[in-house]
């Protein structure tokens, strides 16, 4: 689904060199977890997969379904199937929420040659997914992410996630910030949308959400490339040790 | 020193002696001669706005003072549907200022007297006297209006509009322009009597240059509402003044949207004479190119408990110029006053730029007054997280512009213009995309 090959990525303002040679496999119908200390350049990685200005690929690179991503805009790549739930959610005041969902599941249909959601549609379709995130209607009102808690703005990634049905789902820190029952609620959301023909990939901090998301694989990240990869029980020994010891070994 | 003040008044006074050359004084009965006159005495004393004038620093006054104006195309509207086209309303029509009885509709209205200034003017007496011209003229101290002055003297026509009741549907005051080189100057009055409510639309060009004022009387309790679509015509020249006096516990309402347009001045000026009265006036301007946009905004706060709020958006691009005067004036005895002013601009590249002037000026010990005046890009991570969930770059833009411009369109109380406004908003953005 998603390869990345020796990919080299700087700050297009600075001589900043962020991913040094990263590579990738993700193949569909599979988890990957991304584990690594801060400032290894995980959400660097997801923003350049993403489309974000302000970075420059000086080497390497990365294809959904074998078709070049790095060349696309941004919006083409989430039509084409990628989704990044953000670290930080953006506060987009005087945008709706459903406004904001309504446009971009449309935008996207639209670039596919699909046909548009009529408005009936949408709000019983979002109305169902947003109750399983316990996601109130007022929520839904609001303007995007404007006075969601920390919590709430991750349940509103899920929710945009599951609207979009996206092939690949890049997860950037989903868990931090939530409760254990929010946790749960969330992870219970990705995992109903764990299909054969779609992939995840997940970056977090702690080991407890993998044992909701059981992950295929799990990679270490550090200075800007992939540096170990294995089973599950990786995310165990650095919730044990820490980062220290693998790093060693890499 | 008061050799240049002498010298510049001396000049003032010529453009005004060139002005009223092209200009004749209208006939009519004893009240609204009377008022003429007295506009044209004080428009004599002021002579016409120069560029070093405290309020003309930001905006060139020329097109607005030459004697013959600057001619202007009739914009190409395409297959645009008129504002407020679908509302239920009383439609008043003038074709590059002179009315239109065929594209109108029968003046009558349960509540509402309405009539033609045109006609009232042959009257020797009009209700319409302790207003005409006496709103413009309280507008004139602290700062002076010569246009408006210009135009109680000059106007040829307009609506006098006397609400007892609360008005059915909304009267709609529409301008059309078909003549490269027309000038019109209108002048409308409302006056609202105790208690009484009426929503007024104004919506299209009117001409190649437009002077037009609007005096509104409010009388204790009543409430007024007003919706106003200048359009998106790109060489659109107009000074509008709206002059407000208000009673006790009475409620003033106005938003304007404005696009394009090569030079449109609009002036306000809001006096609250009763407590528990509440004023909101609102904009919001899209300019793109060879556009100078101007609200010039005076409130004055001169009984207790009384609220205002000011809030005008801009957003600019390709050399657009936005200039925004705002006052809140709280005098001695208004307390518990509640003023509020908010300008912002949004600069959507290098080139464009927003001139802000906001002030405060308080006698009274115990109010809640602020102001705030920004300028800024487009957000550049609100962007992307929108693209990144596949809305386009252009919608995006349009949903942000949108988005900021939105709390200026939240003033209007009315749901369904409200919508109206801003769906008219989301097309003019569209075809500016094309
Ligand atoms: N726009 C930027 N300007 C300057 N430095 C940047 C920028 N973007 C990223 N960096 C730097 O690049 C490095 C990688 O950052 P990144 O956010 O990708 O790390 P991360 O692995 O996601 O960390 P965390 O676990 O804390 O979220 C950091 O040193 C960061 O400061
Ligand atoms: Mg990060």
Redesign the pocket.
């Given at each position: 689904m998603l390869k990345i090959e020796n990919l080299h990525v700087k700050?297009e303002?600075?001589d900043?060199q962020?991913l040094k040679g990263l590579s990738l496999e993700v193949p569909a119908g599979e988890v990957h977890a991304i584990m690594?200390?801060?400032?290894?350049?995980?959400?660097?990685?997801?923003?350049v997969l993403s489309g974000k200005d302000?970075?420059e690929v000086t080497d390497g690179t990365a294809t959904l379904e074998g078709n070049d991503l790095l060349d696309l805009e941004a919006e083409e790549r989430a039509a084409a199937g990628l989704f990044l739930a953000f670290?930080y959610p953006v506060e987009i005041p005087g945008v709706g929420n459903m406004t904001f969902l309504r446009t971009a599941v449309n935008a996207q249909r639209k670039a596919r040659g699909e046909e548009e959601m009529s408005a009936a549609e949408f709000l019983k379709v979002i109305r169902a997914k947003a109750k399983d995130l316990k996601i109130d209607a007022d929520m839904l009102k609001r303007p995007v992410n404007v006075g969601f808690s920390g919590g709430e703005k991750k349940r509103n990634e899920i929710l945009q996630m599951a609207m979009l049905e996206p092939k690949m789902c890049i997860l950037?820190?989903t868990d931090s910030g939530l409760d254990v029952d929010a946790m749960k609620l969330v992870s219970d959301g990705v995992n109903a949308l764990r299909d054969p023909n779609r992939a995840f990939l997940v970056?977090t901090?702690y080991q407890r959400l993998l044992d909701h998301i059981v992950p295929d694989v799990v990679h270490i990240?550090a200075g800007?490339k992939i540096v170990k990869s294995g089973g599950p029980e990786l995310a165990l020994e650095v919730e044990k040790n820490g980062y220290a010891d693998l790093m060693e070994s890499a | 020193m008061a050799v240049a003040k002498e010298k510049l008044l001396a000049r003032k006074r010529d453009a005004l002696a060139e002005r009223l050359g092209a200009l004749t004084l209208p006939e009519g009965g004893a009240w609204i001669t009377e008022a003429r006159k007295s506009a044209l005495g004080r428009l004599e004393a002021m002579g016409l706005p120069a560029p070093r004038d405290e309020y003309w620093r930001f905006t060139k006054p020329d097109l607005l003072n030459a004697p013959k104006p600057a001619p202007a195309a009739v914009f190409d509207h395409g297959d645009e549907m008129p504002v407020f086209g679908e509302v239920d309303r009383i439609k008043i029509v003038f074709v590059d200022g002179v009315f239109d009885a065929a594209q109108s509709d029968d003046l009558t209205l349960a509540g509402v007297e309405i009539d033609r200034l045109a006609e009232a003017a042959k009257a020797d007496i009009h209700w319409a006297k302790g207003v005409f011209g006496t709103v413009e003229l309280a507008s004139q101290t602290p700062v002076e209006r010569p246009l408006a002055a210009l135009n109680t003297a000059f106007a040829t026509d307009g609506v006098l509009i006397r609400v007892t009741g609360k008005a059915a549907k909304p009267i709609s005051l529409i301008y059309k322009h078909e003549d490269d080189c027309s000038d019109a100057i209108l002048h409308n009055v409302v006056k609202l009597e105790p208690g009484a409510e009426l929503t007024l639309l104004e919506n299209g060009p009117a001409a190649a240059r437009f002077n037009k004022c609007l005096e509104v009387d409010i009388a204790d309790g009543a409430r007024f509402h007003h919706i106003r679509a200048q359009g998106r015509d790109h060489e659109r020249q107009a000074v509008t003044g709206m002059f407000v006096r208000q009673g006790a516990e009475s409620l003033f309402k106005s938003f304007t949207l404005t696009a394009n347009g090569r030079l449109t001045r609009n002036e306000s000026f809001i006096e609250m004479k009763g407590a528990n009265a509440s004023a909101h006036i609102a904009g919001a301007a899209l300019g793109h190119g060879d556009f100078h946009h101007d609200d010039t905004v005076f409130i004055t706060h001169d009984a207790e408990n009384c609220e205002s709020r000011q809030v005008f958006k801009k957003v600019l691009q390709k050399g657009a110029v936005g200039a925004f005067q705002g006052k809140i004036l709280v005098k001695r005895g208004a307390q518990k006053t509640d003023g509020y002013q908010k300008s912002q601009s949004l600069l959507l590249d290098d080139e464009a730029q927003f001139l802000a002037k906001p002030e405060l000026e308080i006698y009274a010990d115990d109010v809640a007054c602020s102001h705030g005046s920004t300028s800024g890009a487009i957000d550049e991570d609100m962007l992307f997280y929108l693209r990144a969930r596949g809305v386009d770059k252009g919608t995006a833009m349009d949903l942000l512009v949108i988005a900021f411009v939105a709390e200026a369109i939240e003033e209007i109380e009315d749901e369904s213009f409200r919508e109206e406004i801003t769906e008219r908003l989301e097309s003019w953005l569209l075809r500016r995309r094309g």
């Open positions: 700050l303002e600075e900043k962020i690594g200390p801060n400032g290894s350049g995980k959400s660097t990685l997801s923003y302000g970075y670290q950037d820190e970056i901090h990240m800007g | -």
